[in-house]
């Protein structure tokens, strides 16, 4: 399907699986004298930073920026999904230096960190010119793409090290947030004029890597969240970087929002400014038709049938989703389902195993599939909602990334690649600073002010348009436009709204599990791992959590 990575991703797996023996003979013809040289070596030792990226990005990273917030929820169901607690740790902000997640996106975070640090060392003693262009274009495309995965580390756990070198020398110090804010910043800089701009021409071999609008996007995001990040605001340089993206006139919003997040998407998607390319069989890693839609709908949608009955949103955060006429409505699945005829969709069962209180006799039964918008707890287990049909059904489901007919019963991998910065975001970030204060400015001879921005996106989704905006409107937007990109989080902690609690009805205290969120700031960033502080005694751990 994205056949542009495919020689990427195999690139990243011989190299991978070439450092499986280290006890052979070098007999490469390949030295630094003349590796990488062509176009084809560049892409193939940078090709495993995009296998990093994609490996945990839609998975573990997700949940990091998702659980946490009103987004996304994920009851067990008797047990089922429970997972050692990790999920209601999210939800409640609960989380420890000991949670799988956070070691997990740790370790994916710097691995990829490493990988760029290790190719740029590669690639600098080629013999290859100084100022040869092709060199100069790489080096920036992996010291945008270190950059980036800098942002994640930083956007999640704060004070992180600096590791700039390969080999690392040493164990290296904890940095201030600040610090590691300006680090990124510098290095966007000193490589933004190596960078390529998406044209007609080049939209293909452009898509899935850094350009000059991926470069500006990055900074318009740190310098939103400038004012958490290191105190200091900076909304008019935000609204500098949104107007870049915008002034290049190389992105527009597509007509069709499903388009964006469809199994088909791709280079052809026109407001994509930086996607990762997923494949159901290629490139593993994406598994929202598995998570986000009910296992009893797998005939409506064409799909394997051994998928998942767990994500789903919080009532409270699908009650945003109230503007008549919005086809961004139509992304949710709630109540009575229907086939695509419009007949009910039946599915057969026995009465108790729809409802195990059911006080009559067991029998067959068939019952129109009905997805509950509310979500209950049974008080029997920690957030725990039941394992009968009824409660297997509570939580409106989701299908934002549509569900991909591609994917396989084995690997439950879908193939909709995953926008991580897109127009409409540069739009709703630029509404926002000037909210904030910024200046309103002239684009491409177009008076922007939030309200003109607020309503192309309300245009193309059919919504009413407003007449006007506060900061309490653009988050709901936010909310609305941006739901399931990774975030919600990073807009809650910049509008103080990350300690709002969205309790479950029915979650009681039981042994070993007290119901209800850690309201502390300190949660907004996460601890560093229980493992890293063993490995690296220089590193800090943050405040509010064990040493």
């Known amino acids: ?44 030792i940078i090709g495993p930073i995009y296998s990093q990226l994609s490996s945990k990005y839609s998975i573990e990273y997700f949940r990091m920026q998702e659980l946490t917030t009103d987004e996304l929820i994920l009851p067990a ?18 989380y420890t230096k000991d949670h799988s997640n956070i070691k997990d996106v740790w370790e994916w975070g710097f691995g990829g960190i490493n990988t760029c640090n290790r190719v740029i060392n590669i690639i600098g003693q080629s013999a290859a010119k100084e100022d040869d262009p092709t060199k100069l274009g790489a080096l920036a495309e992996l010291k945008t793409m270190r950059s980036l995965f800098y942002f994640f580390m930083m956007d999640l756990y704060g004070n992180v090290p600096i590791v700039d070198s390969f080999p690392v020398n040493g164990s290296p ?67 500098a970087m949104c107007d870049s993206v915008i002034a290049s006139k190389a992105y527009d919003l597509d007509a069709n929002e499903a388009t964006v997040f469809a199994p088909n998407n791709g280079p052809a998607v026109k407001e994509t400014i930086f996607a990762i390319p997923y494949d159901p069989l290629l490139i593993p890693g994406q ?103 009824l409660a297997r059904c509570m939580g409106i489901r989701s299908v934002k990334y549509f569900p991909d007919p591609a ?25 926002e600073a000037i909210l904030r204060g910024a200046a309103i400015t002239v684009v491409n001879g177009e008076l922007q002010t939030p309200l003109v921005l607020i309503n192309k996106i309300r245009s193309r989704v059919k919504a009413p348009a407003a007449t006007s905006i506060t900061l309490t409107d653009l988050l709901d937007e936010r909310g609305r436009e941006m739901y399931w990109e990774c975030w919600r989080r990073n807009d809650l902690i910049r509008f103080g709204m990350f300690e709002t609690e969205y309790p479950i009805p029915g979650d009681i205290a039981l042994p070993g599990y007290t119901p209800g969120m850690d309201k502390s700031v300190t949660k907004r960033i996460f601890p560093v791992p229980a493992s890293e502080l063993k490995l690296n005694p220089k590193l800090i751990q943050n405040p509010g959590y064990q040493l």
């Open 173 to 239: 110090s904890t940095k201030t947030r600040a610090e590691v804010f300006a680090f990124i910043e510098n290095s966007i800089k000193s490589v933004l004029n190596n960078l390529p701009l998406k044209t007609s021409a080049n939209t293909t071999s452009t898509y899935g890597h850094p350009t000059k609008a991926m470069a500006f996007a990055l900074l318009a995001k740190m310098y939103i969240n400038a004012e958490v990040y290191t105190g200091t605001p900076r909304y008019s340089d935000a609204v």
């Open 287 to 389: 598994q929202f038709t598995r998570h986000g839609i009910l296992a009893f709908l797998y005939l409506k949608y064409n799909v394997p049938s051994n998928l998942s009955v767990s994500m789903s949103t919080t009532p409270d955060f699908y009650d945003k989703f109230n503007l008549s006429g919005d086809t961004r409505n139509g992304t949710w699945l709630v109540g009575k389902q229907y086939n695509n005829d419009f007949s009910p969709f039946i599915y057969p069962l026995k009465t108790k195993t729809l409802d195990a209180s059911y006080p009559g006799p067991d029998k067959d039964t068939l019952w129109q599939i009905e997805i509950r918008r509310d979500i209950v707890m049974t008080g029997k287990k920690p957030f725990d909602v039941g394992n009968d049909i």
């Open 77 to 94: 169901r008797d047990g089922n999904y429970d997972d050692g607690g990790q999920y209601r740790q999210h939800h409640n902000h609960t």
């Open 407 to 431: 994917t396989t019963a084995a690997t439950r991998n879908s193939g909709n690649d995953v926008p991580v910065f897109r127009l409409a975001d540069i739009y709703l970030l630029k509404a």
């Open 1 to 44: 399907m994205k056949k542009l990575f495919l020689f990427t991703l195999i690139a990243a797996i011989l190299l991978l699986n070439s450092c499986s023996k280290l006890d052979v003979s070098v007999e490469s013809q390949y030295v630094s004298t003349n590796f990488p040289t062509t176009a084809a070596d560049y892409a193939a």
